[in-house]
Structure formats: structure tokens, C-alpha cells
């Protein structure tokens, strides 16, 4: 409920309430309008002297905005409530067509002139004349002119008095109407917007009240009064204009729209009385309302036009009066110097700032010349000030900008940057010259002391240069010493004693120190020794001399610590001070430079330069020379460790090319994308190349031209990357003549010392001998296991080849058949032997395959008779139905058999399925075979059963009789078992035939 009343309360202030706000007020004042315009009488029935809803219409959308344009339709619904005349309702919608496009049509124009509804300005005022009184009230004469006559309230032959009624009242509704809407409607500006003084005199109410008194007074005695005709010839309607004109200039915009719309109402409320001197003068009404409308139409638009541009003119005097009021106080209260001189150079203004900064008062300086007073005759320099001041006064054109030495009231001189202006008549004559100066004494003077402090800066650069020159030349001596020391042959050669004793002789010369020396530590840097040192004074090398670190441990702990020593005061110096005694003062040496050796990144000893003399500051120069010296030092050892390592490198060449050369195994080094950089002889036999040339030319791409399979190449490489290195690895390849070989290859990397891969290294060796001897053997033996397999099962024969003595097993269960064929006896006799032989294989081969394909182990022949098992030497579940489903497909062999020989021939099949032992026994000619009972009982199936049929015991009937179909022979005496249950088996069943 409370948020239901919240937004009620909100609804006024929401957009939607604004606009429904607006729409209501315009549309209400629009009927009230109407309705009083309508109330006046003698109106034309279809045109008013003044029509207020034009001007209200107009109003509205220019204070609103044309989206208000509802407004009209409403307010002309609200006017037929009270005034449901016939006639208004029939012209209802050309009305307000008409209305609608004249208002929209006036405030889209004044919208594209910047139109103000303040109408404060003269060119708001004659657009809305022009645009929305005059033009814009075409719209809605025309239209509704047009709807009278098609609504036929009159004729064609009146349609353009109509017309012409109609937009002489829309158009005085808009004069009228619409600006005293718009005045009394818009935000007060002759205050707060022009800041014109707004305090009243006293007698100002009172001025009003007069005005308005006298405006009604004159114009009702003007309006409502019955003029004779001898009278009425005068312009008496023109009296009250003086009041307007009075209104428009001692009160302002709105007072003198109030009283053109004050004399308009009292003229029309005259005339519609039959009063005042419209009436008199006109011949009938339509006239008289004519006169009244020309009337309305000059002192509105004179009060408006009048008022328009007495408060244009208020308000370009009070922006003037401003703008002088801001430009006095700027001169006035500016931190700059403003003056103005006149055409003879006397002063005839002297603004605040400048009697602070000058000294004098406004009084003293005005009329005297500038010159003397504030202008010296000549300045601190002696430049003549006069001349250039005359200069000034002739051209000040040239001088706009200007520089000079002023001075003060107290003598003192101020520098001044002038911006000057020549003041000139129309006619070009120089009035006088307006002139603002900046104080630029503390800059001047900032300007002199850099210049100054130029001069002495140029000085030093000077005494720079020429120690630049100075050392320009020491180092182009120290250059050209450490280009000579490069191209010394003993240097780069290995002779070590020779080369430090350039080293030291080249430092001594070019540094002009007495003495020069290199020293080396021990292993244990515990010791130096001098390997060469130079006197320059003698011209003679020595050596041979020794520190320990124990008897000077400050200067040993200070090479150490520090990149170098440079002590200018050698004997007082704290890290070289040691030496004072024993060395230094009884050799006169006042200064050291003592510079590290560096090898392999280690402080291996220094390069010692000693000064006799004044006391010597090393320059960086001479420091960075020593230091060059030194890493020539480093050099020279490193190429006497160089050619050392060189001549070991070359003795071991010699050895490796030895064994390169006369090694039985073939030698190589390849790039790592397959080309060969060098192969030693026996490499060429093996390959069956001539030379190294025509190995290395003929094989460019080793992986294709070399190896049978040319992914071996990739393989070696993968497993390179891998492993690091091959071992053995074999591979078929071509040799030169086509032929292929095998060999065995070992083969690693080589790699610089950022470990960057450079080639490949390697041995081979020919093993197609033992690969021939490997293969053959490999026959033989495949040979000797499948003759083996034949006898025997695959995992028996395993077991016998990993050399068990005894094999023997226990199977619980196990199917065993027993096959026999019917009359062999009689077919034998009947046959040759080798006839016969064949026929037996035939049909025992046909078995075989049957068992093989049941997964069934044959275990042996005796004579016809055939015996295989199932569930061993590997147990199987099904094995009873395998030996089932084994013992039909052998009927139908023997019957395809017979029919492919034309012979009859038959078997007898007996099975039993029970426990069994297996095994091999005995030493030679090796038989898999099986013991117990259910072999015999197997075995006394077949020989008790009848030709053609296949005869089980009762043990395999019950595990079979589920999917296979048995026919029952009963009990039947049997050797060695007596009375025993057999079945015949005679097929599958259907159900189970698909499986």
C-alpha cells in the first residue's frame, strides 16, 4: 500500500506527469481563450477581431516543445463541452489540422533561426512577426476557410473574405497573446542575466501606478466612449501610445507588452459595445473590426519592436559600462607596467603598478617626458639611450618589442622588456604610443652572470682541450706501442722470456717509468717470482727475484681484494708501504702501478710499473695501458701453453693417425646430416671403396645410399640423442659393387665446449660372416623344433629343451578317442605297400587337421588305429565336447573319403573322459603318451563298438547329453570292466548347431 502511495505521490514529478502537466495547462488555457473570444459581441460567426488560442497554441509549444501539439485537439474537445454549438463541432477537424500545422510550423522555423522566448532580443522579435504572426497564421486561415466551405456554411464567392477574417484574428492572437505569455512566462533576464542595476528610486511604484492608471484611464475614455462623427475624423485611438512608448522605455520589455495587450482588451470590449472611434468611422462592423485589428497590429508590433531594442540598447550600455568597469581594473590592478606616452613622448598615463615600480606618484610624472625620468640619457654600458628613444618616437613600428635599461625615481637601474603600440588617428598620425613592461632585472642579471660564468667555462674548456690534446697524444704513443706489440712475433711464436721482455721494454718506453716487471704466483699463492723485470735507467733485463706472502701481507691481501693498485705516494701508501725499507727508498721509487694478470679467469700474478722521481698521479689512461699490457702478458703465456698443446696435440695426431691407419676395424666421422668427413683404410675394404675421395664423393646421403633400410640412419640417430652413444648396432648395407653385407656399428658424438653438436665418430666392423653362420644355425634349429613339435607338444618339447629328465603330469579331466578302422586287414592284402602307406596317410592327415582345428593333441598311430585327446598338456573346460564335436567331423571325413575313392570304407570310434597321467619316458625316440584306466576304457569303446558308429561311455553321456543327440545301446560286457552302460553318439542338436 505504502509503495502504491509513494509512486502516486512521484507521478507529478515523473516525465510522464511533466508532459500530461503541460498538455492539461495548455489545453485549458486554449478553451478559456476560445470560449472568451467567442463571448465577445458583434464577433464575425466565423473570425474574432483576436483569436487568443492561436497565440496560446503558439506559446505552448515554444515554452514546451512541439510534442505538446495534443494540447489543441484537447483544448477544442474542452470547448465543445461548454459551448456544444453545431457549427464549431462540424469544423472540428479542419480546425485542428489548421492549428495543429500553424503552431508545429512557427516553431520549427523560429527553431531554425536560434529563436529566444524571451524575445529579448530586436531579431527574436521581428521573426516572431514575421514568421509567426504573418506567415505561419497562413496555415490555418487557409485550412480552415477551406472546411467552412466544404461543410458548407458558405459559399465559394466568401472564401477569401473568410480567409482573410480568419488570419487577421489567428494572427492578432499570435501578436498579442503570444508574447505576453511568453514575457510574463519566461526566467527574469534584465537582472539577473544583463546585471543591470535593479533598485527602485523611491517615486518608482508610484511612477507605475500613475502609468497604469493614466494607460486605462486614456484608453477607456478613448474605447468605450460614443465619438461624434466630427470627432471621430481625428486619431483619438493613438492617445494611449505615448504610454506605451513611456512603458517601453522607463519600465522595460514586459511593461510594455502589458499595455499593448491592456489597450487591445479595452479597445475590443469598446468596439463590441458599439463605443469608440472604430465604430464611429467605420460604415458597419465588419469595417469598424478591420480599423480595430490594424490598430491592435501597430501598437503591439511598435511595443514589441520598441521594447526590443531598448533592452538591446540597456544592455550593450551596461556591457560596455562592464567591459570598461573589467579593463580599468585590469590596468590598474596588473602586475605589469602600463604607460601610455604621447606623440612628443611626455607621459600621460601612469597606471598603480608603475608608481610602485618607478617610485613616483601619478601627479609628479604625468606631462614630463619619459626621458629623464624613467629613461637615462645612456645606460650602465654606455649605449646612448637618447637616440634610441628619439628612434622610438619616429618609427614605433620597429619597436614593438624592445629591451633597455630603465631607471627609478632613486637612481637605481632596472632592465625593462617593453610591447609597444602606436596609438594613430583615422588619417594614420601617431597620437601616442601605449606601452607595458615586464620587469626583467632578475633576469638580466642572471644573463650577465652566465655570461661570466661562460667566459670562465670557455677558459676551462680551453685548458681542457689542450689536456685533452695532451693525452690525444699519449694514447695514440700507447696505441701505436700496443700495435707493435701484436705484430711481435715473439708474442704469438711461444718464446715466453722473449716476448716479456718486449712487454716490459715497450711499458717502460712509452710510460717513461724506470722499471718494469711481471710476476707469478705459485700454486699455492703463497709466492711470486719476477720472470722478467726492465730498468730502463741500466737498458738490462733481470729475473729471478722472490716475495712471500708472509714477509709482505698486505700488499699479497690487497692484490687480492683489488683490480689494481695505484699508489701516487708508493712508500706511505698502506698497501705498498712494506716494500719502503728493504726496496723502495734505497731505489728512489716514489710511485707504483701495480695491474693483476689474469689467465683462465684466475689472478695468476701483476704486472708491476715503478716511477722514480716526483711522486706520479696515474692517469685512467695510464691505468687502462697497463692493463693492456698485463692481458698481453696473459697472452704471451697463453700462446707458450698454446704451442705446448700444440705439440702434444700434434704427437698424439701422429698416434691416432697410426692406429687410424692400420686398424682391422673401419674408422669414421660423419656430419650430423649424413656425410662422411673421413674413413680410415679398413673402412674403405669393407665398404669396397678405392679411396677416401671416392667415398666421401659417392656417398653424399648416408641414410639412402647406404643402408638397405634407410630409416637405420634415423634409428642411430634417435638412440644417439638418447643414450648419448651406439653400441652394436647392426645393419645390412650396399657396398660399392651393389653387394650387401651386415655390420656392426658403434658410433657417439663429438662436441665443442658449449656442447653444440659438431660430428659423429665411430667404428664398424664386417659381421656378414657371422650373421651368414647365425642364420644358418637359426635353420638348422627351426628344423629340429618343428620335427621335435611332431612328436611332441609345443610346451613338452619346452620342457624337454630346458632338460627335465622325467616329464610327468596328472590331468582330473580329460577326454580321450580312440579311432579304428573297420576291415584294414583285408584292404592291406589287397594293396601294394606303398598304396597302402599313402592311403594311411591320407586319411590320418585328414585327422590331424581335424585335431588342430579343435585344438586337440594328437597323441599317436598304432597301425589303423588313430588316439587323440583333448584337455592336455593345456586344461581346457570343453574339452569333452571338442573330442565330440572332432569324433562326427571324422565320420564325414571317412565318408567324403570313401566317396572320392569309390571304396567303403568305415571306422569305429570309442570315447571316455575321466583322469589320466602323461608324460615322456625313456632316453631315445622321445613319445608324449597316456596311462589309467580311462584310456582303456577309451580304448575298449572302440573295440567293443560297431563299425560306423561312434560309442561313449556313460560318463561323457551325462556331460554331453545337453547338446548332443545319443542313442542308448545298453549294458554290454566289456574286458577287464564286465557289465557297462554305452551310448552311441549320433549327432548335434538343432538348438546348438548355429554355436
Known amino acids: 500500500m505504502n509503495l502504491n502511495l509513494n509512486q502516486f505521490l512521484r507521478f507529478p514529478q515523473s516525465r510522464i506527469g511533466r508532459y500530461l502537466a503541460q498538455v492539461t495547462v495548455v489545453a485549458v488555457a486554449y478553451a478559456v481563450g476560445a470560449r472568451l473570444a467567442i463571448s465577445i459581441q458583434g464577433v464575425n460567426p466565423f473570425a474574432a477581431s483576436v483569436w487568443p488560442p492561436a497565440g496560446i497554441a ?138 543591470i542595476p535593479t533598485e527602485p528610486h523611491k517615486n518608482y511604484l508610484i511612477e507605475r501606478v500613475v502609468w497604469l492608471i493614466l494607460l486605462i484611464g486614456v484608453s477607456w475614455l478613448v474605447f468605450e466612449s460614443k465619438h461624434q462623427a466630427a470627432i471621430s475624423r481625428y486619431p483619438l485611438e493613438y492617445l494611449p501610445f505615448p504610454l506605451i512608448m513611456w512603458a517601453a522605455l522607463q519600465f522595460g520589455q514586459r511593461a510594455a507588452v502589458l499595455a499593448s495587450f491592456i489597450v487591445s482588451i479595452i479597445a475590443i470590449l469598446g468596439s463590441s459595445h458599439g463605443g469608440g472611434p472604430f465604430t464611429a468611422k467605420a460604415d458597419n462592423i465588419n469595417q469598424a473590426i478591420l480599423f480595430l485589428q490594424a490598430f491592435m497590429g501597430v501598437i503591439t508590433i511598435t511595443s514589441l519592436l520598441l521594447a526590443a531594442t531598448v533592452a538591446e540598447r540597456t544592455s550593450a550600455e551596461y556591457s560596455l559600462r562592464e567591459s570598461e568597469i573589467k579593463y580599468r581594473e ?62 622610438l618616437l619616429q618609427n614605433p613600428d620597429r619597436f614593438t618589442s624592445y629591451e633597455n635599461e630603465n631607471m627609478r625615481r632613486s637612481g637605481d637601474r632596472v632592465w625593462v622588456s617593453w610591447a609597444n603600440k602606436p596609438l594613430v588617428d583615422a588619417a594614420g598620425k601617431l597620437l601616442g604610443i601605449l606601452c607595458i613592461g615586464t620587469d626583467i632585472t632578475d633576469r638580466r642579471k642572471a644573463e650577465i652572470a ?189 700462446a707458450r701453453e698454446r704451442q705446448r698443446a700444440e705439440e702434444a696435440l700434434r704427437q698424439a695426431e701422429e698416434k691416432y693417425r697410426s692406429i687410424f691407419e692400420n686398424a682391422i676395424v673401419g674408422i669414421f666421422q660423419t656430419t650430423p646430416d649424413g656425410q662422411y668427413l673421413s674413413a680410415n683404410p679398413a673402412l674403405l675394404r669393407i665398404y669396397g671403396y678405392s679411396s677416401r675421395e671416392e667415398l666421401v664423393g659417392t656417398l653424399t646421403d648416408i641414410s639412402q645410399q647406404l643402408y638397405v633400410d634407410s630409416e637405420r640412419r634415423a634409428e642411430i640417430v634417435r638412440l644417439i640423442e638418447e643414450q648419448g652413444k651406439v653400441s652394436d648396432f647392426e645393419s645390412q648395407i650396399y657396398r660399392r659393387d651393389g653387394s650387401i653385407i651386415w655390420i656392426s656399428e658403434n658410433t657417439y658424438t663429438v662436441r665443442d665446449s658449449y656442447g653444440n653438436l659438431l660430428y659423429y665418430e665411430g667404428t664398424v666392423q664386417d659381421i656378414t660372416t657371422r650373421k651368414e653362420a647365425e642364420a644358418a644355425l637359426r635353420l638348422e634349429q627351426e628344423k629340429s623344433d618343428r620335427l621335435l613339435l611332431n612328436v611332441l607338444p609345443q610346451p613338452i618339447a619346452d620342457r624337454l629343451k630346458q632338460d627335465q629328465s622325467i616329464i610327468a603330469d596328472t590331468f582330473a579331466e580329460v577326454t580321450v578317442l580312440f579311432a579304428d578302422i573297420v576291415g584294414f586287414t583285408q584292404i592291406s592284402s589287397q594293396i601294394s605297400p606303398p598304396e597302402l602307406v599313402s592311403l594311411l596317410n591320407d586319411i590320418f592327415s585328414t585327422f590331424d587337421r581335424l585335431a588342430e582345428k579343435h585344438g586337440l593333441e594328437k597323441i599317436k598311430t598304432i597301425g589303423d588305429a588313430y588316439m587323440v585327446v583333448g584337455g592336455l598338456p593345456m586344461p581346457r573346460s570343453d574339452h569333452a565336447e571338442a573330442i565330440a564335436q572332432m569324433a562326427l567331423d571324422m565320420q564325414q571325413a ?102
Open 58 to 195: 503558439q506559446a505552448g509549444l515554444l515554452l514546451f516543445g512541439s510534442k505538446v501539439w495534443p494540447a489543441i485537439v484537447l483544448g477544442t474537445f474542452l470547448l465543445n463541452l461548454v459551448n456544444p454549438s453545431e457549427q464549431i463541432f462540424a469544423l472540428w477537424v479542419g480546425g485542428n489540422a489548421g492549428a495543429i500545422l500553424q503552431a508545429v510550423f512557427a516553431v520549427i522555423v523560429l527553431g531554425w533561426f536560434r529563436f529566444r522566448p524571451s524575445i529579448e532580443r530586436l531579431k527574436d522579435v521581428i521573426n516572431l512577426i514575421l514568421f509567426g504572426g504573418l506567415i505561419a497564421t497562413q496555415i490555418s486561415c487557409t485550412i480552415g476557410a477551406f472546411s467552412l466551405y466544404l461543410a458548407g456554411k458558405i459559399e465559394w464567392s466568401e472564401y477569401w473574405s473568410a480567409r482573410w477574417n480568419w488570419w487577421l484574428g489567428d494572427t492578432m492572437g499570435v501578436l498579442i497573446i503570444t508574447p505576453l505569455i511568453l514575457i510574463f512566462l519566461r526566467p527574469k533576464v534584465t537582472a539577473d542575466r544583463l546585471k
Open 330 to 391: 585590469l590596468v590598474e590592478n596588473a602586475n605589469s607596467i602600463i604607460l601610455k606616452l604621447d606623440a612628443d613622448g611626455n607621459i600621460t598615463f601612469f597606471n598603480e603598478f608603475a608608481e610602485k615600480f618607478f617610485g613616483y606618484k601619478e601627479e609628479e610624472i604625468l606631462g614630463k617626458n619619459a626621458l629623464g625620468t624613467i629613461i637615462p640619457q645612456t645606460d650602465m654600458e654606455g649605449n646612448n639611450l637618447e637616440l634610441v628613444y628619439s628612434q
Open 450 to 638: 652566465l655570461q661570466k660564468l661562460n667566459e670562465k667555462l670557455e677558459i676551462r674548456v680551453e685548458e681542457r682541450t689542450n689536456a685533452l690534446k695532451q693525452s690525444e697524444l699519449q694514447l695514440q704513443k700507447q696505441k701505436s706501442a700496443l700495435i707493435d706489440l701484436a705484430k711481435n712475433k715473439a708474442l704469438n711464436q711461444g718464446d715466453l722470456t722473449k716476448a716479456l721482455q718486449e712487454i716490459t721494454q715497450t711499458a717502460s718506453r712509452t710510460l717513461e717509468v724506470a722499471r718494469s716487471s711481471v710476476w707469478l704466483y705459485d700454486r699455492t699463492k703463497s709466492k711470486m717470482e719476477c720472470l722478467d723485470l726492465f730498468d730502463r735507467t741500466l737498458n738490462q733485463h733481470s729475473h729471478g727475484l722472490k716475495l712471500a706472502a708472509a714477509d709482505y701481507p698486505v700488499y699479497f691481501q690487497t692484490l687480492r681484494e683489488e683490480r689494481a693498485i695505484a699508489a701516487f705516494d708508493a712508500q706511505n701508501d698502506f698497501r705498498t708501504k712494506e716494500f719502503a725499507e728493504s726496496y723502495l727508498i734505497p731505489l728512489g721509487i716514489t710511485s707504483m702501478l701495480d695491474t693483476p694478470i689474469q689467465i683462465g679467469g684466475e689472478t695468476a700474478g701483476v704486472f708491476c710499473l715503478e716511477h722514480v722521481g716526483m711522486p706520479r698521479f696515474w692517469t685512467i689512461e695510464e691505468q687502462s695501458f697497463a692493463v693492456s699490457l698485463a692481458d698481453s702478458v696473459t697472452f704471451a703465456m697463453e
Open 894 to 995: 571317412i565318408t567324403d573319403f570313401s566317396n572320392i575313392h569309390n571304396q567303403d570304407f568305415s571306422i569305429r570310434i570309442g570315447i571316455n573322459t575321466g583322469p589320466v597321467v602323461a608324460g615322456v619316458i625313456g632316453i631315445k625316440k622321445f613319445i608324449y603318451d597316456l596311462w589309467g584306466d580311462t584310456v582303456n576304457t577309451a580304448s575298449r569303446m572302440e573295440s567293443h563298438g560297431l563299425p560306423g558308429c561312434i560309442q561313449v561311455t556313460s560318463a561323457i553321456y551325462d556331460i554331453l547329453q545337453d547338446k548332443y543327440v545319443f542313442e542308448s545301446r545298453g549294458a554290454i560286457e566289456v574286458k577287464g570292466k564286465g557289465q557297462m552302460n554305452t551310448y552311441f553318439l549320433t549327432g548335434i542338436k538343432l538348438e546348438h548347431q548355429e554355436e
